[in-house]
């Protein structure tokens, strides 16, 4: 049996880092293009496009509260 490999603290912070900053870009994109689409072409579809931005981004928000304590 092959024993698995365990991540040190550091290393799992690191790509915690990389998922948590591809997710935020990601968010930030399909906002800017809801922008671009309220600006410049139809009203509509940028709301569409804004609206799945910040349910994306409450999401993200929520998995973060409840995978960290936030210290006050």
Same mark, same amino acid.
């Given at each position: 049996?092959?024993?698995?490999?365990?991540? *040190?603290?550091?290393?799992?912070?690191?790509?915690?880092? !990389?998922?948590?900053?591809?997710?935020?870009?990601?968010?930030?994109?399909?906002?800017?293009?809801?922008?671009?689409?309220?600006?410049?072409?139809?009203?509509?579809?940028?709301?569409?496009?804004?609206? *799945?931005?910040?349910?994306?981004? !409450? !999401?993200?928000?929520?998995?973060?509260?409840?995978?960290?304590?936030? !210290?006050?």
């Amino acid at each position: 049996m092959k024993m698995k490999k365990h991540l *040190t603290d550091q290393q799992e912070f690191e790509i915690m880092k !990389i998922v948590i900053d591809k997710f935020l870009l990601l968010t930030l994109f399909i906002l800017v293009f809801g922008l671009y689409h309220l600006s410049f072409k139809e009203i509509s579809m940028g709301l569409v496009w804004l609206l *799945t931005g910040s349910f994306l981004l !409450i !999401i993200f928000v929520v998995m973060l509260k409840r995978k960290f304590m936030i !210290i006050k």
